[in-house]
């Protein structure tokens, strides 16, 4: 039986991790992952999880360390966020790179400057290009479901490809949900230990993380791009088992809800589409032809699944608790170029919001649909908003 | 730890013939390559090798040529001694045994980008073996300082002219920096000390946990020296007391050669490009330094 426990969305991981039985761990401390590498930490202490734990001094070596463990073989697993992501930023590519299947938990934090603990999610989309397969997850529960899929997925061997697992820093690294914790006989059926040829041994030693010269550099780098295109059909198939193993299916790419008769529907990542989801159904009880689409995996990008849901709706909104300075929200400018490619001409405006923390409202998420729903723009030509702006703009 | 007694000495004639570290591009004379080399002989084929950006891994995994016959992988510049742990922890929690994990990395590698990690790979007494061949600049980028660049040195980010004499500062005291995170095994060795070298190496093989060889080890190519002198001239920087064999074992510093009399600093500089430019007063700093430092370790280590 499935025990049902109380825990925040960082405790929620370290089960998923202890029930994976990764061999090697490998993290430093940040807010607000920390609870998830304590948790951890008791787990190997009291003979729960048996794997070595390692105190490395920062982040660069969590990544250098479980890559090292990973090119032995190893099913390793580390945590970080913000500022500490973005100082593994090398390894990071180094990792996807070498086809190093380490499995991450990303505690969505702003970046500094400004300082700030709390959740947006700037880290890690800036690092959307280092090949690492990006999944959001909207609870606790998803995350420590996501945490058993990702090790499955990130070790296929059409996929080897590292996977990073993204929560929203505070929201749900530190809010507590009843979570259904599964048993570890399912769990060992459903994900077998880690078999790999890409790994030193003895009986045929290899070198690894070679240089390349420019006659061979782009067939590596098509090679990682594929391996990338595979995972999609391989976290379909995670997902098909997951749900007939556990019973929880979480979709696949994305998640539609209430989006087939939709006039105007709002895009989502991480933690806030649960607040969607409720303005949905109040409007929709209105008699709103409302809809969320619920961005699940950011790369590999769900491409034809946008494209598929625009074809069905008149305006979409995309909500970006990110900017890329200079331009729009980053997952907006995603959005923005499957539509393109499909010639879609439908209406679209990027809200970017919550930023470093801060709470994204019913109201305003409600203000967004009825924008959405006039079909046309409050200020034409203008595609992107900073909503819930304290500052004055010049008219 | 094993009793070091029981372990063989290895010497020329014992040493094995097999290469591990053979077809690589290093540039003629490389004394990197053959403390890798000769280490490699020590360590043997059970051995996993993690190498981070710098001379040998460039001129040892150019795919599709690979020069290691053991298993052997390239690391991001600053983390040779976090993935070497890894590798460790991986190898550990598998169950794979009878094997060794060594780090090779230059000067930069170690006193600069790679300290870090190194001090985190010591602290945790990870099983793993570093070796820093030290030639004295990033010679892999094209002869730039580093932290263990001697004072007078000329490089490319040192230059020597009317107002440098090269580089200003003196080598960072490595050997006893790692001798201060309280490393069960650490050395000082030199390629023109081959047998002393690869007696520390096996020494280092047979003890578990974390364990340091600091070797002097030329390079023509930014030195400025004959391709053939390469061995001679890393003898004579011992000979000439500007570096010097210890051992630091069970908390005690131990001077393994002590001459009475030193040879000549000055000839030792004059052989070589890097210090040509250097004047009788550089010279002199450098020969006051020296004997600071000897003075040093003979009043503590004797």
């Known amino acids: 039986m499935e025990q049902n426990i109380f825990i925040s969305g960082d405790e929620a991981v370290a089960h998923g991790v202890r029930l994976s039985r990764p061999n090697v761990i490998a993290a430093y401390p940040i807010t607000p992952q920390t609870i998830t590498v304590e948790r951890l930490s008791d787990m190997v202490e009291n003979g729960d999880l048996k794997a070595e734990y390692m105190h490395v001094e920062s982040e660069h070596s969590a990544i250098c360390a479980t890559m090292g463990a990973s090119a032995v073989g190893a099913r390793t697993f580390t945590a970080s966020s913000s500022q500490g992501l973005l100082y593994m930023t090398e390894g990071l590519h180094y990792c996807s790179g070498g086809r190093y299947p380490v499995v991450m938990m990303n505690a969505n934090r702003s970046v500094a400057l400004p300082w700030s603990i709390y959740g947006d999610h700037r880290d890690s989309l800036s690092l959307l290009d280092c090949g690492w397969i990006q999944v959001y997850v909207e609870d ?37 949900e009843m979570v259904s914790i599964p048993e570890q006989d399912k769990v060992d059926a459903f994900l077998p230990p880690f078999q790999t040829e890409n790994k030193m041994c003895f009986d045929n030693p290899k070198n690894m993380a070679f240089s390349s010269q420019p006659d061979d550099n782009t067939e590596f780098k098509y090679q990682q791009n594929e391996a990338m295109f595979n995972a999609v059909k391989v976290l379909k198939q995670t997902n098909k088992e997951f749900a007939q193993s556990f019973g929880r299916d979480y979709g696949d790419m994305v998640e539609e809800y209430r989006c087939d008769d939709a006039d105007a529907i709002l895009v989502t990542l991480g933690s806030v ?45 995309v909500i970006d608790k990110d900017i890329s300075f200079g331009y729009e929200g980053t997952v907006f400018t995603n959005v923005n170029s499957a539509l393109a490619k499909a010639n879609s001409t439908v209406l679209k405006k990027n809200y970017i919001g919550g930023l470093g923390g801060r709470d994204i409202t019913k109201n305003e998420i409600e203000n967004m649909f009825n924008e959405l729903l006039t079909g046309k723009l409050k200020k034409d030509g203008e595609h992107v908003e900073f909503f819930n702006l304290k500052v004055a703009i010049d008219e | 730890m094993s009793n070091m007694l029981d372990i063989k000495k290895i010497t020329p004639k014992n040493i094995t013939d097999k290469e591990l570290f053979y077809g690589h591009k290093a540039c003629a ?25 710098g001379c040998m891994s460039a001129v040892g995994f150019i795919y599709p040529q690979m ?110 920096i790692i001798a201060a995170h309280d490393i069960k095994y650490a050395a000082t060795a030199s390629i023109g000390y081959p047998q002393d070298f ?82 009788e007063e550089n010279i002199n700093e450098v020969v006051a330094q020296r004997d600071m430092k000897w003075e040093r370790m003979r009043r503590k280590w004797l």
Request: charged share 20%; with cysteine.
């Open chain 2, 67 to 176: 020069a290691f016959k053991n298993n052997a992988i390239i690391t991001p510049f600053p983390g040779v001694a976090s993935m070497a742990a890894g590798i460790e922890a991986g190898a550990k929690a598998l169950g794979i045994e009878d094997y060794k994990t060594v780090a090779f990395a230059g000067d930069g590698g170690t006193a600069d980008i790679g300290f870090q990690a190194l001090s985190g790979m010591i602290d945790r007494d990870d099983n793993v073996l570093y070796i820093c061949y030290d030639n004295e600049a990033y010679m892999n980028t094209g002869i730039q300082k580093s932290g263990l660049t001697p004072f007078g040195t000329k490089t490319t980010t040192t230059p020597a002219g009317k107002n440098l004499p090269g580089s200003i500062t003196h080598k960072k005291n490595l050997f006893e």
């Open chain 1, 140 to 176: 606790a529960q998803e995350a420590l479901d996501m945490t058993i899929q990702a090790f499955k997925i990130a070790e296929h061997k059409d996929v080897l490809t590292p996977m990073m697992v993204n929560l929203d820093g505070f929201i749900l690294t530190h809010t507590y």
């Open chain 2, 198 to 279: 690869i007696n520390k190496v096996n020494k280092a093989k047979h003890i578990k946990g974390a364990t340091f060889i600091h070797v002097y080890a030329s390079c023509p190519t930014g030195w400025g020296t004959p391709t053939h002198t390469s061995v001679e001239i890393a003898k004579e920087a011992v000979d000439c007391g500007l570096f010097y064999l210890a051992e630091y074992e069970n908390g005690e510093f131990k001077l393994n050669k002590n001459p009475k009399e030193f040879a000549s600093a000055a000839e030792y500089l004059k052989k070589q490009g890097r210090f040509k430019h250097m004047t």
């Open chain 1, 273 to 317: 589409t649960g607040t969607v989801r409720v303005v949905v159904d109040k409007m929709r009880a209105e008699g709103k032809k409302v809809g969320l689409l619920k961005i699940r995996y950011m790369r590999p990008f769900p491409e034809k699944e946008i494209i598929a849901t625009a074809k069905k709706v008149k305006a979409i909104g």
């Open chain 2, 29 to 53: 004379g490389c004394g990197g390559s053959l403390a890798v080399r000769l280490a490699l002989k020590v360590l043997g084929e059970r051995t996993y090798a993690a190498l981070p950006a």
